[in-house]
C-alpha cells in the first residue's frame, strides 16, 4: 500500500510538522516504504507463537527490601521557617 502526496500532508498536519514541497516527495516515498515493510511483517505465520513480555527465558532480579538510610527528618526540618507535626507549612496560594 503506498501512500500518496494528500495522505502524507494530512499526517504532517497532524504530526504537527511543516514540509516543504522538495520534502514532500521524499518523505511520501519514505513513508510508503515503512507501510509496505509493515504489510510485509503482518503476512508473517504467527499463529503459533506464544505472546512473550521478554526474547529471554529470566526472571527480573529484585534488591532485598530493606532500609538502608537512617531518618534524618527532624535534623533536615531544622532548616524550614514553619513545621507542624513533621510537615512543612507552606503559605496559601488558593483563596
Same mark, same amino acid.
Given at each position: 500500500?503506498?501512500? $500518496? ?7 504532517? &498536519?497532524?504530526?504537527?510538522?511543516? #514540509?516543504?514541497? @522538495?520534502?514532500?516527495? *521524499? %518523505? ?18 504467527? $499463529? ?7 526474547? &529471554?527465558?529470566?526472571?527480573?532480579? #529484585?534488591?532485598? @527490601?530493606?532500609?538502608? *538510610? %537512617? ?25
Amino acid at each position: 500500500m503506498s501512500l $500518496d502526496k494528500d495522505q502524507v500532508q494530512h499526517i504532517a &498536519l497532524l504530526a504537527r510538522l511543516k #514540509l516543504a514541497d @522538495d520534502e514532500l516527495d *521524499e %518523505t511520501v516515498d519514505k513513508l510508503s516504504r515503512i507501510v509496505d515493510f509493515v504489510d510485509q511483517l503482518s503476512a508473517a505465520a504467527t $499463529d503459533d507463537v506464544l505472546p512473550m513480555a521478554h526474547p &529471554l527465558n529470566e526472571s527480573q532480579r #529484585l534488591r532485598s @527490601d530493606r532500609v538502608t *538510610e %537512617t531518618d534524618e527528618r527532624d535534623e533536615i526540618q531544622k532548616n524550614a521557617p514553619a513545621i507542624e507535626k513533621g510537615l512543612y507549612i507552606v503559605p496559601k496560594v488558593l483563596q
